[in-house]
């Protein structure tokens, strides 16, 4: 007969202790070690030498035998959700959905239903909600579809033996946080019942071949809750972000096993419901001020797609004896790499100023091809004159203050010629690799920083003249 044993586990990294701890002394974090039970064998091994054997030679297959002419995955009906996806969802796979409470998670699976449900049957398992108000939303949402099903349910085994029996092509749980097994005594949300919930169904999903979508909630950190071995067993992770005093949402990919994991989807949340936003540059773009000093337009690759951002920048006297930096968008030790690098190449003197820093719409720059575009927002403040209104820059620079090339620049210039750019600052190494040209644009090309700021004093000075 197996035996229990009590450990501690962390719900942020997922180390292991005999004893509880106030901290992890793995990652470090407070209180996160919560109590976990441990089945083991009489012997006190995995194994048991004297069980009968299980010969599963018959089931091995060659990787040629393996047919992929079927259609393997479902449209959802968003696009946005499609793309981060890799195309769909794959038929037998598990994605889990994570975000704050009121981001939008439930609301996006809900809208989906309505596409899903013209051709497949669509089972809606919900621990958080009654079948009444899943009823009222979706009337808010306009699903009205006759193929969604919904099911007001906690207990796991039964919800497996539910989708067993009733064959759903499609199965949406919502929250994995309050499912539980009743053979473990730990409560619903614990290491225990979210691990093995997660596990039962993922052979539910593997067994049947029905895609299955999870929600789950997040720490106060904002990474999903639960240890990481949850993530693991899935198939795909997404997270939903946005700041919750603004309209827009990005969903992202944190794995995917079926796809890439640098796509990203914009929505934005009108009052019925999430709206895909194809066009993520115009809207980032749209209330970008006139003749402001600091502020310039730079272009990030999020996988296939480019989307132009705003950067601003605020460098203003200090009141304290040392200056106040603040990021929001950008990462604080490059920013603050940047200010060295204008200082000791430039002879800019940012010393006594606070510098504010900030990537409008709660985009973040995660690529280093926005520092040109941030070292000339630091410029332009510094001077008090403002960037011609159609100019973009995107390169990295080195610390030597040289400026690097970046991948896609073709991709991105094309972009910015869309959007009705007329100059763009590139790196010149760039510029050897690709053969683009466009009559509407001027493309410079630079070497070092010091000869971009070089670059934008002729353009003050023009502006200047002109008034």
Partial sequence: MAKSKTIYRCTECGFESSKWNGRCTNC????????????????????????????????????????????????????ELDRVLGGGLVKGSITLIGGEPGIGKSTLLLQICQYLGECHSVLYVSGEESARQIKLRAERLKVNTDLLYLLTATDAQSICDTIESSSPDIVIIDSIQTMYITE??????SITQVRECTNLFMHTAKTLDIPMLIVSHVNKDGA????????????????????????????????NRFGSCNEVGVFEMVSR???????????????????????????????????????????TKSGFGTP????????????????????????LLYNTLDVYLNVVGGFDLREPSGDLAVAMCLYSSLVDRPIHQKLAAFGEIGLGGE???????????????????EICIVPKHSLES??????????????????????????FKAAETKK
Wanted: overall charge positive.
């Fill in 434 to 459: 690709i053969e683009f040209s466009s009559p509407n644009m001027k493309i410079i090309g630079v070497t070092t920083v010091k000869q971009a700021l070089s670059y934008l004093n002729k353009l």
């Fill in 28 to 79: 470090g974090t407070w209180n996160s070690m919560e109590e976990d039970v441990l089945m083991t064998s009489p012997s006190g091994k995995i194994g048991n030498i004297n069980r009968k054997k299980n010969d599963l030679s018959a089931k091995i297959k060659g990787l040629s035998d393996i047919s992929t002419d079927e259609e393997t995955r479902y449209k959802t009906g968003c696009n």
């Fill in 184 to 189: 473990i005594s730990s409560s619903p949300g």
């Fill in 324 to 347: 106040r930096r603040t990021a929001d968008g950008i990462d604080y030790n490059r920013m603050s790499i940047i200010i060295a690098i204008l200082e000791k190449h430039l002879g």
């Fill in 403 to 421: 400026v690097r090339s970046v991948s896609y620049l073709e991709i991105r210039l094309r972009e910015a010629e869309r959007l009705g750019f």
């Fill in 224 to 255: 999903i809750a639960g240890p990481k071995v949850m993530e693991h067993i899935v198939d795909t992770v997404l997270h939903f972000e946005g700041e919750r005093h603004l309209s827009h949402r990005l969903l992202r990919a944190v794995k």
């Fill in 273 to 315: 419901g999430l709206r895909e936003v194809p066009n993520p540059s115009a809207m980032l773009l749209a209330e970008r001020p006139s003749d402001v000093s600091g502020t310039c337009v730079t272009c990030v690759m999020e996988g296939t797609r480019p989307i132009l951002a705003e950067v601003q920048c605020l460098a």
